[in-house]
């Protein structure tokens, strides 16, 4: 149990005792300090245990295990561990140049609950899906992947700024840097998990530690 749950289940069994004290003593309520309790008891603790609460979940969001732990997601989270440097999500697993724990999240950082409002609701349809709609068998993005998502990683890097792929053009550049021209381009970074092709790739196997 990590130390947030902790600290949450105490503030959550603290409200509790206040409750059952005041449940079994209502007269305090009739004092100034037995209200103040009263309003710690019913409001004040339980709205921080829901917002540690929520910290916590959102933390678990980002964790890869939380994704892969949708059946759906398997041949995505399988793909990480194919052995081609030619496909991205692999590349960057397996050399950790993504925090491994949090790989999806640090790729996909407008997805569920850290998106806009619109990513949110999807969220939302997402789960409904789950539970009592029809899951497609091809997954696909709700919008083409934006350059955000390469570029606040490797934007500011030296070998990004001096790749001559990057200034074939006069505004090649700052086309990238715009999102006006993908770098999943054909013929540049356009190999991402690429699902269906599993069947034909080795995997790498990581060393056990």
């Known amino acids: 149990m990590t130390h947030e749950n902790v600290a949450l289940f105490g503030v959550l069994g603290v409200a509790m005792l206040l409750l059952a004290w005041l449940a079994a003593k209502p007269e305090i309520t009739r004092q100034a300090g037995g209200r103040a309790l009263a309003f710690l008891a019913i409001f004040a603790l339980p709205a921080l245990g829901a917002s540690m609460g929520f910290t916590t979940q959102l933390e678990h969001f980002k964790k890869k295990e939380f994704c892969a732990s949708c059946h759906t997601m398997d041949d995505y989270h399988r793909s990480l561990l194919v052995d081609d440097d030619e496909f991205i999500p692999a590349l960057h697993f397996q050399n950790n140049w993504v925090p491994q724990d949090k790989a999806c999240y640090t790729c996909h950082t407008n997805y569920g609950?850290?998106?806009?409002?619109?990513?949110?609701?999807?969220?939302?349809?997402?789960?409904?899906?789950?539970?009592?709609?029809?899951?497609?068998?091809?997954?696909?993005?709700?919008?083409?992947?934006?350059?955000?998502?390469?570029?606040?990683?490797?934007?500011?890097?030296r070998k990004f700024q001096a790749e001559s792929a990057h200034h074939e053009g006069d505004t090649t550049f700052v086309a990238?840097?715009?999102?006006?021209?993908?770098?999943?381009?054909?013929?540049?970074?356009?190999?991402?998990?690429?699902?269906?092709?599993?069947?034909?790739?080795d995997f790498w196997k990581p060393s056990s530690k």
């Open 113 to 157: 609950p850290f998106g806009d409002a619109k990513s949110k609701f999807r969220g939302l349809k997402h789960v409904m899906v789950q539970y009592f709609g029809s899951i497609p068998d091809t997954l696909h993005l709700y919008e083409p992947y934006k350059n955000r998502e390469c570029l606040h990683c490797h934007g500011d890097g």
């Open 176 to 201: 990238l840097m715009e999102n006006r021209m993908s770098c999943l381009t054909s013929g540049c970074h356009d190999v991402a998990h690429n699902v269906d092709e599993l069947g034909e790739v």
